[in-house]
Every structure is written in C-alpha cells, then in structure tokens.
C-alpha cells in the first residue's frame, strides 16, 4: 500500500491536506520532522499514515488522556489497531495491552510522557522494533510555551536510551519562533525538516463585540443557533457558572467544566458535550486541550483572554471538519482589568528568580495588550491574526465582522492633538481613564483630586462620546503615537512619534464603523451561518437531520461520540451525492472501507428510503 491507498482505506479521505503530504514523506524518508500547522490542519495523520507504512511500532507520546482516548477511538473506528498506555488503565488492562503490544498487535501505541521512565515499559521498548517516536503537542517541551509539561522533557533521555534511534517526529499548533526552536533543541532533532503550513482557518468566521449587556448579546447569538454544538469560554469559574445557570434557566441543553467541579463532574459534563448530549459547552480555559469534537460550530468568548496564542488556539476549537463556523469575542473593559490581575498574581512563576519572574510578566502584558488591540482594531481581523502570528495576510479576508462592516475614514487630528497634549501637560503621569475624563470635561472626584480640570486640554472634547474617544486613544497607542507602561500600573506616556501630532506635522485618519451599520452587520452574520451547510440546499436539509439521528443511534449503540461514526462534512457530502451503492458511498469524503462495512448499508438505506 501507498500513502494515498492508506489515506483512502482507512480515513476514507482523497486528498492530502496543505503540509500533509510534504511531513508524510519526510518521515518515510527516515527523517527527523517538525510540522506545525493550526488546530484543526490534520496533525494526526501526519504520523498515523507513515505508522502504518513503516513497520515496526510508532509511539505517540500525547500530554492528556482524553486526547488519546479519542485518538485511539477514532483509529480503532477507523479499522487501524491501535491502544494506549495511560494512568487511566487498571494494572491488568495495562499489562494486557503491553503484552499485546510485545505480539506485535499494534502499529501504533499512544504512551504518557510519565510513563516512559517505568521499568515495565522501557523493558518492552528496549525488545521492540520502535521505527517512530511521535511526540504530539510538542510545544509541551518548552518553557516558553503555555502548556510547559515536564515530563516531556522525559522524551530524550527514552530516545537515547534506545537500542535503535528511531524517527523523531514532532508536532504543534503554537507558531512562535522561541517554541519551535525550543521543540527542535530539547528533542534533539536531527537536521529536521521544518514545515509551517498557513495558520489561516479559511472556514472560522471572526467577529469581535464590545455589546453593553454581555449576557443579552450572547442570548441572542445562541438563540439563532439553537441545536448546534458550541463552546462558550468565560475568564473565571464565577462566570461560568453564572452563564451556565442563565442560559439553563432559559432553556438551553448546557453544560460546564471549569478546575473548581470534582473529577467525576468534569469527566461527564465533558462527555455529554463530546457525546452530543448537550450542545453547549460553558468553561473556563482548563477544558479543551484534548477536544478533537468535530462539529462545533461556534466558539465564543464571553471573556477576552488574555493573549492571542490562547485566543486562536481556543477559537481554532469551532470547526475542525473544514465546515463554515463561527468565533465571536465579546470584549468588555474589565476584561482587561481581571487579565492584569491574572499577570501580576501568577503563582507559577513563585519559582522563578526575581529578574525572569519580571521579564515573563512584562511579556505576558505585552502579550495582553496585542490581545486588547485585536478588540479594537477596525481592519481585517484574520490580517490581525495572521500578522501576530508572523505571516503575511491579505488585508481584506471578507469573512470577519471588521470586512464585513461599513466603514467611514474620519479625520481625528485634532482629537489626537487634545489628547496627546494633555498627556503631556500632566508629565505623563496618569493612565487611559483620567486621560480621557479630562478632555471629556468630567466633574469627579478623582479629577479634582489630580487637579486635571486645570489641565489646559480639561473638557476640550466634551462633544465627543466617551466611546469614540476611547476608540481614538487605542488607535494612538495601536500606532504607537502613545504607549502605556507595563510595570502593572499602565500610564500613559509619550513616544518620538507622539511629537508628529502635537506639531500638525501628521494627518491622523481612522476607519470608524458607520452608525448605520448594525442592521447590515446581524444580516450578513445570519447569511455567514446559512454557509455553514454549504452545497447542502433546503431541500436536502430533512435527509442531513434524517442522517444525524442514525449517527446518534449507532454512536449510543457503540458508546462512541457521534462525530466519530462521521463527521458533519460526510454527511453532507452523502446529502448532496445521495450514492445509491457501495462505490457511490465510498467516493463520499470521509467513508473508508472499513467504515463502510460497519455502517454504509445503513446509511445507504436511510438515503434510498429519503430519495
Ligand atoms: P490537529 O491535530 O492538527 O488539530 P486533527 O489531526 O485532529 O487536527 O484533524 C482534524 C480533522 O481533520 C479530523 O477530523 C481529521 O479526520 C480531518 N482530516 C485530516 N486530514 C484530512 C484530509 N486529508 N482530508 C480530509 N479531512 C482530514
Ligand atoms: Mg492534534
């Protein structure tokens, strides 16, 4: 067999993926390969095709035990054995499935980083044709990562250990340069080759929000999608469980996972939404690492977190089967405030010396700040990610709440001049709110206090609403005619630039939304999720709800989660081809032979009954 026989057997798939291809051979060319490419690209087959090709055992070395159950749920479903070794096993299922593993039985096996230090499993490893050590999630080897596990570092020194060096391949989602070359030293690759494919989620629709009532806007979007799995992300365990009672008590199948519930709670709230027994998720961001659920179609941030690497990582969760989805972020301004407070009281640096502790803070609020500014940006949202994330994008993607909105060019000079000299007549000393509240002309205490309604720019602004004029000052320290200090207490202070505006010198524009614009906005969002069943027409929608609830059926016959039986995107396809026989069925994207000889003739009959 060849890599595309494989592909098309056991997955079901035609075609490799951007990267896919290039990773694949690599590896089978007996190379050491680092591939990161964005949640949802198809990672996993990156090394469980070359497993199945090489011979020998390929082990997979993953940081969580969901994520290799489900890994190894969807091997098995899909006709490949596979198993993993785990804290979750008994001793008796743990011995079994190495003595199987010793047999030969497996090409593939999943292990914890922990485990590779026993006696029992490096006895097995040293008597065993090992031909691949994969190590997803690589990024967990590194420090300056968000996920640093380490028992990753545990990797290596197994490696070496090894009679034979097999293969090293390694793999991650997280794109900054200091994680890839940590990934590459710590794991001592092998003149590796390196492959970063594009972070660009074509199908993720992005939209920020700054609504006044957080919880009316989020009603409102869930009501229009309304049986779709979705994800609800929420800053602290308070708000989660607040969220979850409101949207329970509103009628909503919902559920919640934060660090505060007991194992027993989190493992079956997580489950029920795997499982598709709720359709939302409400959580903090302990949940998700691990969730390869197909279908969501919707994250939103009821909360800004607290930088982008997060944000994508989380908001990458909607959509992994290539359909239309949405990732909406409802920013609010405490939000900063509750992320600063996370920074300066972060106890994982407690070990930290004094002077690294300062130096990941300042990074973290640097971090931070790129995240606010991706809340207030007018230009294109995905250009913002992509751009953060060191690739270049269009400026225009047409698929985010920024391209999709009517935009005016307002001339502001004069404004940035009021507010630029004020920062300077106070020496600099004050942050955004007194700022603003001076040239907005505030009577309030602290104003007096600070003696700012002496300020010569005191009330210069009052026309102005405080909204815009908040709009203007992030626009000034986007472009960096201001900047704000980042010792904890955020002051707004001048730069060489900030002259530019005092002396006339510069013309500062920038691209407000209309007013008007609210009404266009909500109708092309309702248009943006019509997208979502893409080729799939009205008429054909009965056959999709008709094809789901056999899927539900069989997923609780076999006690496996419904997107595992087929995803979303194969049922689609099966609506539009409608195949009559065998052949059609296996040209629908996604059905293997293998698959098919499980559940094809059920499929194909609920189709022919429909045709
Ligand atoms: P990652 O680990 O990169 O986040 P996964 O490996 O979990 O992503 O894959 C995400 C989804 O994409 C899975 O449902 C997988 O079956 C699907 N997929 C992977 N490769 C292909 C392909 N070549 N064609 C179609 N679907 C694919
Ligand atoms: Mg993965």
């Excluded at 057997?9 to 694949?24: A, C, K, P, S």
């Excluded at 000393?429 to 300020?455: C, F, P, S, W």
């Excluded at 081809?577 to 499980?598: C, F, H, I, Q, W």
Aim: net charge negative; with cysteine.
């Amino acid at each position: 067999m060849d890599k595309y026989e494989v592909l098309k057997q056991y997955f079901g798939y035609d075609e490799f993926r951007d990267g896919q291809n290039v990773l694949i051979d690599s590896i089978l060319e007996g190379r050491d390969t680092l591939g990161i490419m964005p949640t949802g690209a198809g990672k996993s087959l990156c090394y469980q095709i070359p497993a199945l090709l090489m011979g020998g055992i390929t082990i997979v070395v993953s940081p969580l035990i969901s994520l290799m159950k489900d890994q190894v749920e969807a091997l098995n479903q899909a006709g490949v054995h596979a198993a993993y070794l785990n804290s979750s096993l008994t001793v008796n299922q743990y011995y079994t499935a190495l003595r199987y593993a010793k047999e030969g039985r497996y090409p593939i096996i999943y292990v914890a980083p922990e485990r590779l230090d026993t006696g029992e499993f490096l006895d097995f490893a040293m008597h065993t044709d090992i031909s691949m050590v994969a190590v997803d999630e690589a990024h967990c080897v590194s420090q300056w990562g968000q996920d640093f596990r380490p028992s990753y570092l545990k990797i290596v020194t197994f490696i070496e250990k090894l009679p034979k060096r097999p293969v090293v391949s390694a793999f991650t989602a997280t794109a900054t340069a200091e994680v890839r070359a940590d990934i590459a030293d710590i794991l001592r690759l092998r003149e590796p080759l390196v492959t970063t494919t594009g972070f660009d989620r074509p199908n993720l629709y992005f939209a920020v929000q700054s609504p006044k009532d957080k919880f009316a806007a989020l009603l409102n979007y869930v009501e229009r999608h309304k049986g779709e799995s979705g994800i609800i992300y929420c800053l602290t365990r308070k708000y989660v469980e607040d969220v979850c009672a409101r949207l329970q008590a509103e009628g909503f199948s919902v559920t919640r996972y934060h660090a505060g519930l007991g194992d027993g709670e989190r493992k079956s709230n997580q489950e029920d939404f795997i499982y598709d027994r709720a359709d939302i998720m409400v959580a903090t961001n302990a949940f998700g690492m691990g969730i390869d659920k197909s279908n969501v179609r919707y994250v939103v941030h009821y909360n800004m977190p607290k930088n982008m690497e997060s944000y994508y990582q989380e908001a990458g969760r909607a959509g992994r089967d290539g359909e239309a989805s949405e990732c909406i972020l409802l920013y609010g301004g405490q939000d900063v405030v509750t992320n600063q407070l996370f920074i300066d009281n972060n106890r994982e640096n407690d070990e930290l010396d004094e002077f690294t502790a300062e130096v990941v803070k300042e990074r973290d609020r640097e971090r931070l700040r790129k995240m606010t500014f991706y809340c207030f940006t007018n230009e294109c949202l995905r250009d913002y990610i992509l751009r953060y994330f060191g690739e270049y994008g269009e400026n225009y993607c047409g698929n985010c709440s920024n391209c999709l909105s009517q935009f005016e060019t307002v001339d502001v000079t004069e404004s940035a001049a009021a507010v630029v000299n004020c920062v300077s007549a106070c020496r600099q000393r004050y942050g955004i709110n007194v700022i603003l509240d001076t040239v907005h002309g505030a009577n309030t205490a602290k104003i007096r206090q600070y003696r700012m309604d002496e300020n010569p720019q005191y009330g210069v602004l009052a026309k102005v609403p405080l909204y815009r004029l908040r709009q203007i000052i992030n626009h000034l320290l986007l472009k960096e005619y201001l900047m704000l200090t980042t010792d904890g207490y955020s002051i707004v202070k001048l730069t060489e630039k900030s002259r530019q505006i005092t002396c006339g010198e510069e013309q500062i524009t920038m691209k407000m939304p209309k007013e008007a614009e609210k009404e266009t906005k909500k109708h092309k969002e309702t248009k943006g999720k019509k997208k979502k069943t893409a080729g799939l027409s009205a008429a054909d929608e009965p056959m999709f709800e008709k094809l789901r609830e056999l899927r539900m059926e069989i997923a609780r016959e076999e006690k496996v989660p419904p997107y595992l039986v087929f995803s979303d995107k194969t049922l689609v396809h099966m609506c539009v081809e409608k195949p009559a026989d065998r052949a059609g069925m296996l040209s629908v994207s996604g059905v293997g032979e293998y698959k098919y000889e499980k559940y094809g003739e059920r499929f194909l009959e609920e189709i022919q009954k429909l045709c």
